[in-house]
C-alpha cells in the first residue's frame, strides 16, 4: 500500500482492526426455555435436554440478520446440475439439511450464495433465524464461529488471503456439527472454486456438493424479468434468436445483469421512439433510434470488442471510412461520450481536449509538429466528428449518446487493451468528475475501471492520483469498494492502512462518513467504519483533520445508532481500552446532544459513561481545553434563559471546575461567557466566578486576567 508496512494496532484495535479476543468458558443449555449462558456456571437448575460446555472467545463472527420472506420472495432458478447438487444437500427423509454443516463449492460469481441462502430458507423450521455472517478473521477457525439456539447461518470464503479452509478447519467444524445438531441449528458454507483443495474430503457432520453448471442463462433471465413485472418483453426474447445467443453460457451472476440490462434497453427503446416522433430532427442509424428492440437488445448484451477492434485499429492520419478506424483525437471524443452519455457539447468538447492533453507529452512544445489548435482546425468540425463516433447533436447544441451499454463496453475496453493509458484515464475522470455523488458519470466510470478485475491494485493508483486533490472523490470510490463483493474485505484492509497516513485521511474520513450515514449499513460494515475512523484520530497530528473527524462524529450523534456508538466509543477510552483522541472526539460531539432544553450528557436520560471524570480529562489537558471550552460555553448559553435547567447544569458543573488541574480551563470559560446572560441579568462568567473563587482570593485571580 504504498510501499508502507503495515502500522502498529491503536488501542482498543486488533492488528487486522477488529474487536479483541477473550477466552471464556461458555455453557449451551438446549431445552424447551433454553438459552446461552456466558461466564462461570456452578450450580445449574430446571430440565436440561443436552449439556455443551466449551471454550470459546468473545470475538465470534458478527452477522446480519436475513428476511426469510424476502429470501423466499426473490426470483429463483434452480435446474440441471443446480438441482442435483440441491437434492444432495437435503435428507431423504425429511427436506431439512442431511447434515448441520454443508459446503457449497462453486466458481465465483456462480450466485453460490443465493443458492446457500435460498437453501436454508425453504429447508429450514420458520422458526429459525437466518444469518449471514461476516468473515473478519485472518484465517478460518470453527472458535470464532457463533453458536444460538435455532440458528441458520450462512458464510461466504472468497478472499484467497484470509479464506483458504484447511485440513484443521474442516476437523473442527465436524466437532462444531454436533453442537450445532444439540442447539437445532445449521451452517452452510460457500467456497469459492480457487480456494478448495480436492484432498479436503468429507466429515462427519459435514457435506460438501458442488455447483460445476450455471442454470440456464436464458431461463434466469426470464423468470427476472417476469419477477420485475416485464412479462411481455420475457415473452419476446424468446422470439430474438441473436438475444438467445448472446445470452448461451452465462453465468448466473452474468444471467441477472443481462436481465438488468434488457429491461433498461426497451425503457430506452421506448424514450428514443416517443423522442422521434415529437421531432422532426431524425437521428442516425448509428445512434440506435432506427433499430428495433431486437437488435437494440443484441447490441446491449454484446461485449463490442470485434466493432471496436476495427475503432481501434492502427491509428488513421486522416479519417477514411474504409479504413474505419480512429484518429486519436475521435478517440478521446468517443471516450468523453461514453462517459458523459449526454451533456452540452462544449461540456463534451473540453471533457475530450482535457484528455488529448493529458496524453501529449510534456516537450511538446519543442516538437516541430502542428500545434494543438493547428491540427484541430485543420481536420473536421466537431459535429461531423460526434456523428462519426456515434452520437447525435440535437438543435441546441446538446449532444445525445443513449447508449450506456455501449459506453461502459468502450471504457471497459480501452481499460483493458491499454494498460498504459490507465494512470492518465484515471486522472483524467477525476478531473472531469462534478462532484462526488456516486450518480456522478465520472465517479460511477472510476468505480467500475479501478473495481473491474476483483483487486485493489488499481484502487491504491487510484489514491494515489486522487488523495490531495479530490478526497471526497475518491471517498465515494471506496464506498462502492467496500460494498463490493470481490473486493470488499482487501478495501477495508487499504482503508485500515491509510488511516494512520495523514495525505490520505480526508478520504478515508469521506468514505466512512458515508458508510456511517448509510441507513442500511449492518453493524458489523459501521463498526469497521468506526474502526477506520478511531485510526485516523488517534494518529493525526493534524489539527484540520482532527476537526474534520469530529464533524463526523457530530454527524453522527444526531442519529440514535450514531449516539450508541459514540456512547461506546467514550466507554472504551474510559475502561482503557480504546484511544484517548478517538474517545474524547466521541465525547465532544455527544455534548452536542439535547434532551428536553437540556445537555444530553446532564439530564435524566444520559447514557452509562462517567461524564464528570470525562469533563475533568478534557478540561485538565492544554491539548483538549480549547476543544471542550465552546461546547461548555454552548451548554450555559442554552440554559440560560432558563432558571431550572441554568440551576441544575451549574450545579452539576461547579465541581468538576473546582478540580486542582482545571482551575486555568476555569478562567478560559469565564472569558468564553463574556456575552451570555442568564435569567436574572447577571453575566454567566461573573456567576461562575463568584461561585467558584472565594471572595478574599479574588483580588488575586481576577476573572479578566487570567494571567
Not at 461466564?39 to 472467545?57: E, H, L, P, Y
Not at 483458504?164 to 460457500?190: K, Q, W
Not at 492502427?314 to 452519455?341: F, I, M, P, Y
Amino acid at each position: 500500500m504504498d510501499g508502507v508496512a503495515p502500522p502498529d494496532p491503536v488501542p482498543g484495535d486488533p492488528p487486522d482492526g477488529r474487536e479483541p479476543m477473550v477466552a471464556v468458558p461458555e455453557v449451551l443449555l438446549t431445552s424447551g426455555a433454553s438459552t446461552q449462558v456466558y461466564g462461570k456456571v456452578d450450580v445449574v437448575a430446571g430440565s436440561i435436554d443436552t449439556f455443551i460446555s466449551q471454550t470459546r472467545k468473545l470475538d465470534l463472527l458478527e452477522g446480519v440478520p436475513v428476511d426469510r420472506r424476502e429470501v423466499l420472495g426473490q426470483p429463483f432458478v434452480c435446474e440441471g446440475q443446480w438441482a442435483e447438487a440441491w437434492q444432495q444437500a437435503l435428507a431423504p427423509e425429511r427436506p431439512r439439511p442431511r447434515q448441520r454443516v454443508v459446503i457449497v463449492v462453486a466458481p465465483r460469481s456462480f450466485g453460490a450464495t443465493t443458492f446457500a441462502l435460498r437453501l436454508l430458507a425453504e429447508h429450514t423450521d420458520h422458526r429459525t433465524a437466518l444469518v449471514k455472517l461476516d468473515p473478519e478473521w485472518n484465517t478460518p477457525s470453527q472458535s470464532r464461529l457463533p453458536l444460538e439456539k435455532e440458528h441458520a447461518y450462512q458464510l461466504d470464503l472468497k478472499d484467497p488471503k484470509t479464506d483458504r479452509p484447511s485440513v484443521d478447519f474442516l476437523n473442527a467444524l465436524s466437532v462444531f456439527a454436533s453442537h450445532l445438531a444439540a442447539a437445532g441449528s445449521y451452517l452452510v458454507l460457500t467456497v469459492a472454486r480457487e480456494l478448495w483443495d480436492d484432498r479436503l474430503t468429507t466429515r462427519k457432520g459435514v457435506q460438501v456438493v458442488y455447483l460445476s453448471e450455471p442454470p440456464d442463462a436464458e431461463l434466469v433471465v426470464e423468470t427476472h424479468l417476469n419477477a420485475a413485472g416485464h412479462a411481455p418483453l420475457a415473452a419476446a426474447i424468446r422470439s430474438f434468436p441473436e438475444v438467445k445467443s448472446s445470452l448461451r453460457g452465462l453465468h448466473a451472476l452474468a444471467a441477472v445483469r443481462a436481465a438488468s440490462t434488457i429491461a433498461l434497453t426497451s425503457q430506452e427503446h421506448e424514450r428514443l421512439q416517443e423522442a422521434r416522433k415529437s421531432t422532426t430532427h431524425h437521428q442516425s442509424a448509428a445512434t440506435g433510434a432506427d433499430l428495433s428492440l431486437q437488435d437494440r437488445v443484441a447490441a446491449a448484451l454484446s461485449d463490442w470488442r470485434e466493432y471496436l477492434d476495427r475503432l481501434f485499429g492502427e491509428v488513421a492520419t486522416t479519417h477514411d471510412a474504409a479504413k474505419g478506424s480512429l484518429t486519436l483525437e475521435d478517440r478521446c471524443l468517443l471516450l468523453a461520450l461514453a462517459v458523459r452519455q449526454s451533456a452540452p457539447l462544449p461540456t463534451v468538447a473540453s471533457t475530450a481536449r482535457a484528455l488529448q492533453r493529458a496524453l501529449s507529452p510534456k516537450d511538446f512544445g519543442n516538437r516541430p509538429d502542428l500545434s494543438p489548435a493547428q491540427s484541430a482546425f485543420a481536420g473536421r468540425g466537431l459535429r461531423r466528428r460526434i456523428q462519426d463516433v456515434g452520437a447525435y447533436v440535437g438543435p441546441h447544441d446538446t449532444v445525445l449518446f443513449d447508449r450506456p451499454a455501449y459506453g461502459r463496453a468502450i471504457l471497459e475496453y480501452v481499460w483493458d487493451n491499454y494498460e498504459a493509458m490507465r494512470d492518465c484515464l484515471l486522472a483524467w475522470l477525476v478531473k472531469s468528475t462534478a462532484g462526488e455523488s456516486p450518480s456522478d458519470p465520472s465517479v460511477t466510470a472510476l468505480s467500475n475501471l479501478v473495481l473491474r478485475h476483483g483487486m485493489t491494485a488499481h484502487l491504491n493508483t487510484l489514491g494515489s492520483i486522487a488523495r490531495e486533490s479530490h478526497p471526497a472523490v475518491l471517498g465515494s470510490v471506496l464506498h462502492v469498494a467496500v460494498h463490493d463483493e470481490h473486493v470488499g474485505r482487501p478495501a477495508w484492509d487499504v482503508l485500515y492502512r491509510w488511516a494512520e497516513q495523514e495525505r490520505y485521511a480526508p478520504a478515508v474520513i469521506s468514505a466512512t462518513r458515508r458508510v456511517l450515514h448509510d441507513d442500511d449499513a449492518n453493524p458489523s460494515t459501521a463498526k469497521r467504519a468506526m474502526v477506520r475512523l478511531r485510526r485516523v484520530a488517534h494518529t493525526t497530528s493534524d489539527l484540520g483533520i482532527r476537526q474534520d473527524v469530529l464533524n463526523t462524529f457530530a454527524e453522527l450523534a444526531r442519529r440514535p445508532s450514531g449516539a450508541a456508538r459514540l456512547t461506546a466509543e467514550v466507554r472504551d477510552w474510559q475502561n482503557s481500552q480504546g484511544s484517548p483522541k478517538s474517545g474524547s472526539l466521541a465525547f465532544l460531539a455527544l455534548m452536542t446532544i439535547q434532551e428536553d432544553g437540556m445537555p444530553w450528557l446532564m439530564s435524566d436520560a444520559a447514557p452509562d459513561i462517567d461524564v464528570k471524570r470525562a469533563l475533568q480529562d478534557l478540561l485538565g489537558s492544554p491539548d483538549t481545553t480549547a476543544e471542550i471550552i465552546p461546547y461548555l460555553a454552548g451548554w450555559i448559553r442554552t440554559c440560560a434563559p432558563d432558571p431550572t435547567c441554568y440551576g441544575r447544569l451549574r450545579d452539576q458543573l461547579l465541581p468538576v471546575l473546582r478540580s486542582h488541574d482545571v482551575f486555568r480551563a476555569s478562567m478560559e470559560l469565564w472569558k468564553a461567557l463574556a456575552d451570555v446572560t442568564t435569567f436574572q441579568g447577571v453575566n454567566a462568567g461573573e456567576d461562575f466566578y463568584k461561585h467558584l473563587v472565594d471572595p478574599r482570593m479574588q483580588p488575586v485571580f481576577s476573572m479578566t486576567d487570567p494571567a
